[in-house]
Nanobody, 123 residues
Framework: QVQLVESGGGLVQAGGSLRLSCAASGRTFSTAAMAWFRQTPGKEREFVAA????????VYADSMKGRFTISRDSAKNTMYLQMNSLKPEDTAVYYCAADPNPYSSEYRNYAYWGQGTQVTVSS
């Protein structure tokens, strides 16, 4: 099993930045891909970005590209999401996810999830 613990959420003004962290523990060696998703009440969980654990190749949703950067520190078993130029529409609960299968943008394909961290962007 893989356990995921998120941190870094909070309240920020529009145009500001936040860095989310997701620390992984357990059988992390079996993880092939990790990803960030976000969800607003009443809406389906939305893909944000993903990264292959070994090579560190990033993939972004089109609306996130240029503002968000996903990365990982293999020595710390930690994944990050650097969010810049934040907008009120970025307000959501952000979740990290992991799976032993290769990268996917579909949340249903991920077996392990963090607890979520709230990001609120004020105007």
């Amino acid at each position: 099993q893989v356990q995921l613990v998120e941190s870094g959420g909070g309240l920020v003004q529009a145009g500001g930045s936040l860095r989310l962290s997701c620390a992984a523990s357990g059988r992390t060696f079996s993880t092939a891909a990790m990803a960030w998703f976000r969800q607003t009440p009443g809406k389906e969980r939305e893909f944000v970005a993903a990264i292959t654990w070994n090579a560190g190749n990033p993939v972004y949703a089109d609306s996130m590209k240029g503002r968000f950067t996903i990365s990982r520190d293999s020595a710390k078993n930690t994944m990050y999401l650097q969010m810049n130029s934040l907008k009120p529409e970025d307000t959501a609960v952000y979740y990290c996810a992991a799976d032993p299968n290769p990268y996917s943008s579909e949340y249903r394909n991920y077996a392990y999830w963090g607890q979520g961290t709230q990001v609120t962007v004020s105007s």
